[in-house]
């Protein structure tokens, strides 16, 4: 019976120790948003699409994104410009629906759809939450500096003709019976 | 049957059949490239490597190519074999090593047999580090595009163009890493079927330019099952749809009728959908208004109701054959049977009906296409086969390869070996008879041609006719051509399975006639030689893609179009309705104007804006084949249903939602199972229609089959521009399609099936896990049914009473893009068409003094045209030929006719020369045999 009582005393004392402690000790909330935290480079937050190294618009309207998207948030159309390269008619995302699991960036064979660390998107009026291509498309590389699509790829565009591309043998000359 | 053990399980399979083909039969996965269900084997991939063991002891085994070994009885064989596995990762490996990485800009992605093949193989990585072939490409006409660098010489290319749809202008090109498949020079693709390469090649060399122009991948389509509403043909289609527009037509497996192939036409017509000619408004002017006023747009509502308010009264509708037959049905209903007419000009509704006589009688067995490719003996009369049904001549076209079939079976080679079926026959080829005014694009595989006017057509038929029944009705026609006759004759009675193909394009109910007499006369032989009754195949083409539907609904009653113009030309009914027709396309300007001075209120249904709906007071927006669910009869007379793929934007409605009563709120209160239902009791000609809505109930009531692919991308942001919150998906109580993913993936029903996908199989060459057995049928398939009982009373010969054409003779042409009116709004086809032009022999041109390309007039007693000639080798003596494309109407040029030259200057000239340039025409003779 003493045991019980002084256990429950000496319990109640290190409790009450411990919160008049606590007063002193360093503050752990963080005052956002005028304090803004320190986001990884690699974390998923707001979507963009980014420029080859080029200054062109990297994505090729593919629809890998679109079809890798579990909440369907992505709708786009292919257009191809007079020399061959495509390119998305509009870009749209509906940002309301986003789940921000990165598998567009993963999907995307030509690096243009990037997540970034920024995650400030809320809003008021949720039709502001789906942005377009002039939204999204920024004037830079994002994470990937180097790799540019076109120059892998054997389709011919504008300023790159057949053969051109990295590893590529000049067109063949079909009437030459050389070996 | 055979018996075969794969990877220790073991198989029936046929034994006339390689080992790939019972292996897909048997719904294995086996890569392959080169071999093609209707192509045979040549070997060139070498992708289809298994291990075949000698015995049951034998443990080595050797690796063979399963396309080049037959299913023999006993083969023992391993797909999964590490050494037949390695072999194939190495081939597909071998094959990728110049592939130029562009899968995301390219068009056949995601419905890619190369990528399917590469997964199935298992190549991943890249390891040859040397540089990659190259090559330019070629531009190949408003149709296909060509990117060659994908090319992986298979050869499919090549093989269907030229062998097997006849086409010149498409050759392997170069030699080892240079092979080039493309024309010598730039240039478009001649042949009606070069739609279908992007089917067969197994890549991305050619694809859909009309696609591209506004692509989407295929998991992206919204797909119902459709039939083509080109022609009469009645092929089976798979039209895609995004963002509320159509964007491509593929084609969809039918064992009997198209198989694997579509022509052009109905491949790239489809654009006619998203023309700006599209009637989207509904319009209304005034009866009392001034000709030019303006009409104006009303809401749904209000047309439903000013469509009431005008057809009360005494009320007329005109029908239409490329309508529906729910359409054309509810127009019925409307006004009264006794108030229906055609819509089919009189000359063309009394030859259908002619042509419905002939094919109930017992003996004359109407042939679908896959029929018409085993003929042994094929006589065309009259009909340009190649541009009123084109997959009918596609078909004609490999029933002339049935002598080299038998030459290879009496030489026991395997008919899938093809390269060396070929190689035997050379130049051998079973009889194809073709009587026709020009030459014709199948010319360079007849046997035997005949170049001559319907009159003398009419002659050599009926002489035909005497040389294999002597009993028959004595020819009043002053030609003779008894030795031709005799000769075709007796290529007729050899045949072990004669057909006779005609048409009704040339309107001529003598022409008909005279061809089912030839068909009788050679049925009575037939009958003669052999115990078994022995049928006779007679076919006849249809124009339009319901011709045959509303001459078997003219026959239960209704009216003539003279006749409804006369009526409106007398002002003696109170409104008539016009159901998605241009009048003028069918009857004689001065008729129709005669008819509209009636000034009867006047209400057009229709999708495309012409010269007659211009002109009505009341113009409703009707949907396309794509837009709505209806039923289709083809030439054979067999029904099929076509799905709606999506509901159209605005206004446009199909047309018997017009017709039937509506409710404000809810719609129009009558759906067209009902009007079918209903159609099927009142006649026992259609009694067989209910079978097409059994299979609408039963599992298909209980669960639904989806329209999106189970991968059907951004469905939360298609139209979150317009409105953030998703709008709720349609929905279709009526139909067994769901406007969703949801629903029952697997295929119940394969004529339920939107679009061909297996797992592992993206591309249309999934069809094979769908047939019974490959180029057979599809698994629980609904084909459609026949509402030509073959019951009909024998008839006697009928009497051909030719009356002899006052003036010049003359004939009409077809032309593939551009004779059918709705195709020919799409832009491809519109870049291959040429405007109306005449044709005429050397010799009629020297008479008459008239050069290449210059103007020619033609005048009848009410009309004159000044049309470019075109001067021919090949064409009857002493005949024009007119094409009359969207410009002339044709009814005008009917009637005594007379030529005479125009002078012209060379802008003129040229500007024809330039038109010419891009006709595709015959004017070789056939290839030596």
């Not at chain 2, 056949?108 to 390891?127: A, F, I």
Request: some cysteine; aromatic content about 8%; glycine content about 6%.
């Amino acid at each position: 019976m003493l045991r019980l009582i002084k256990d429950t005393l000496t319990t109640q004392v290190v409790t009450l120790w411990r919160v008049f402690v606590h007063a002193f000790a360093k503050t752990d909330t963080v005052e956002y948003p005028d304090v803004q935290p320190q986001m990884a480079a690699r974390w998923r937050g707001r979507i963009i699409l980014s420029r080859d190294p080029d200054g062109e618009e990297r994505c090729v309207a593919c629809n890998l994104c679109a079809v890798a998207c579990p909440v369907d948030c992505i709708a786009l159309q292919k257009a191809e410009d007079d020399e061959g390269r495509w390119y998305p008619e509009f870009f749209r995302i509906n940002f309301s629906r986003c789940i921000m699991c990165g598998f567009c960036e993963e999907a995307c064979p030509t690096n243009a759809i990037q997540l970034t660390p920024d995650f400030e998107m809320a809003e008021y009026v949720r039709q502001d939450m789906v942005w377009e291509k002039e939204d999204l498309l920024i004037n830079g590389t994002g994470k990937y500096h180097d790799y540019n699509f076109y120059r892998v790829a054997g389709k011919k565009i504008g300023g790159k003709d057949k053969g051109e591309a990295i590893n590529e043998a000049p067109p063949v000359n079909v009437r030459s019976l050389l070996p | 049957m055979a018996k075969i053990s794969v990877d220790g399980v073991e198989y029936e399979v046929n034994p006339a059949n390689n080992l790939l083909q019972e292996c897909l039969s048997q719904g294995l996965d086996l890569p392959y490239f080169c071999w093609h269900p209707c192509m045979g084997s040549v070997g060139a991939c070498r992708q289809c490597a298994v291990k075949q063991y000698r015995n049951a002891d034998d443990k080595t085994g050797t690796v063979v190519m399963a396309c080049m070994t037959p299913a023999s009885d006993g083969s023992i064989i391993s797909i999964n074999d590490k050494q037949a596995t390695d072999f194939r990762s190495h081939v597909i490996e071998s094959l990728m090593i110049s592939h130029p990485h562009d899968c995301p800009v390219c068009e056949e992605g995601g419905e890619c047999h190369l990528q399917d093949m590469t997964q199935m193989s298992g190549h991943n990585y890249r390891r040859y580090d040397f540089k990659k072939v190259t090559h330019r490409n070629q531009d190949l006409g408003p149709f296909i595009n060509h990117e060659m660098n994908r090319c992986i010489a298979c050869y499919r290319c090549v093989r269907f163009y030229d062998d097997y749809a006849g086409g010149t202008d498409l050759a392997a090109l170069g030699s080892h890493h240079h092979v080039y498949f493309g024309r010598h020079e730039e240039g478009t693709l001649e042949n009606e079927f070069s739609g279908n390469l992007v089917e067969v090649c197994p890549t991305g060399v050619f694809t859909d330019k009309t696609f591209s122009a506004h692509y989407t991948r295929k998991w992206d389509l919204q797909t119902a099952p459709s039939v083509c509403a080109g022609c009469g043909a009645g092929c089976n289609t798979t039209p895609g749809e995004r963002y509320g527009t159509l964007r491509r037509i593929v084609n969809r497996y039918h064992h009997d009728l198209n198989g694997y192939f579509l022509c052009d036409r109905g491949r790239f017509g489809y654009d006619a959908n998203n023309s700006t000619q599209r009637v989207v408004e509904t319009l209304f002017r005034h009866l009392q208004g001034e000709d030019g006023e303006v009409r104006k747009a009303l809401t749904s509502t209000e047309a439903a109701r000013q469509l009431d308010a005008m057809s009360s009264g005494e009320l007329i509708g005109i029908g239409s054959p490329r309508a529906s037959l729910e359409s054309n049905m509810a127009l019925r209903q409307r006004v009264g049977t006794q108030n229906f007419f055609s819509g089919m000009s009189d000359a063309q509704l009394s030859c259908a009906t002619e042509v419905i006589a002939l094919l109930q009688e017992p003996g004359l067995n109407c042939p679908d296409i896959r029929t018409l490719e085993q003929s042994d003996c094929v006589l065309v009369v009259n009909e340009d086969i190649t541009n009123t049904s084109a997959r009918m001549a596609l078909a004609l076209r490999q029933a002339t390869r049935n002598a080299a079939t038998a030459m290879a079976q009496s030489a026991r080679i395997p008919l899938w070996q093809d390269a060396a079926v070929r190689e035997l026959a050379q130049h051998s080829r079973s009889p194809l008879i073709i009587l026709s005014p020009q030459g014709t694009r199948l010319d360079d595989v007849a046997s035997d041609t005949f170049l001559g006017t319907v009159e003398q057509q009419i002659a050599l038929v009926e002489g035909i006719t005497y040389a294999i029944d002597a009993d028959c009705p004595a020819s009043t026609s002053s030609f003779n051509f008894d030795a031709q006759a005799a000769s075709i004759a007796k290529q007729l009675c050899a045949a072990t399975r004669p057909c006779i193909v005609s048409g009704i394009s040339a309107e001529s109910i003598e022409l008909i006639r005279a061809t089912g007499n030839l068909a009788r006369a050679l049925r009575e032989y037939r009958h003669r030689q052999s115990e078994v009754k022995l049928s006779v195949d007679l076919c006849f083409a249809m124009p339009e893609a319901n011709t045959m539907g509303l001459a078997l609904l003219m026959r239960e009653g209704g009216g003539s179009l003279s006749s409804a113009l006369s009526i409106l030309g007398k002002g003696a009914a109170d409104a008539a309705i016009v159901l998605e027709n241009d009048l003028y396309r069918r009857a004689a300007t001065e008729a129709i104007d005669a008819a509209l001075a009636g000034n009867t209120p006047m209400i057009a249904i229709d999708q495309l804006h012409n010269g007659f709906n211009a002109k009505a007071h009341l113009l409703l927006p009707a949907a396309s084949m794509a837009e709505q669910g209806g039923t289709w009869v083809n030439y054979e007379g067999r029904a099929q249903h076509s799905y709606q793929v999506f509901q159209p934007e605005g206004k446009i409605r199909a047309s018997y939602e017009w017709l039937v009563p509506s409710n404000p709120v809810s719609g129009p209160t009558v759906h067209g199972d009902t009007l079918l239902e209903e159609l099927a009791a009142e006649s026992a000609n259609f009694a067989p229609l209910l079978e097409l809505l059994s299979s609408r109930t039963g599992i298909a009531a209980l669960m639904k089959s989806p329209r999106q692919s189970h991968r059907y991308s951004g469905r939360t942001a298609m139209h979150a521009n317009e409105h953030v919150h998703e709008t709720k998906q349609a929905q279709d109580p009526h139909s067994p399609l769901s406007f969703s993913m949801e629903g029952m993936l697997l295929q119940k029903d394969a004529s339920l099936m939107s679009a061909a996908w297996a797992p592992a199989w993206n591309s249309n060459q999934a069809i094979s896990k769908f047939q019974e057995e490959i180029n057979g049928e599809l698994k629980q398939g609904n084909k459609g049914v026949h509402l030509l009982a073959r019951d009909g009373a024998q008839r006697p010969y009928s009497k051909v009473e030719y009356v002899a054409e006052e003036g010049i003779a003359k004939y009409f042409i077809d032309q593939l893009f551009g004779s059918e009116e709705i195709s020919a709004a799409s832009p491809a086809i519109q870049a291959r068409a040429v405007p109306a032009y005449a044709c005429i022999s050397h010799e009629l041109a020297q008479s008459l003094g008239v050069q290449q390309h210059g103007l020619l007039r033609l005048s009848t007693n009410r009309y004159s045209v000044e049309l470019p000639v075109l001067i021919r080798d090949r064409i009857a003596a002493q005949c024009v030929g007119i094409y009359c494309g969207s410009d002339v109407s044709r009814a005008d040029l009917t009637g005594k006719l007379s030529v005479a030259a125009v002078a012209q200057d060379s802008n003129v000239l040229a500007s024809s020369r330039a038109m010419f340039s891009s006709l595709v025409i015959n004017d070789t003779l056939p290839r030596e045999g």
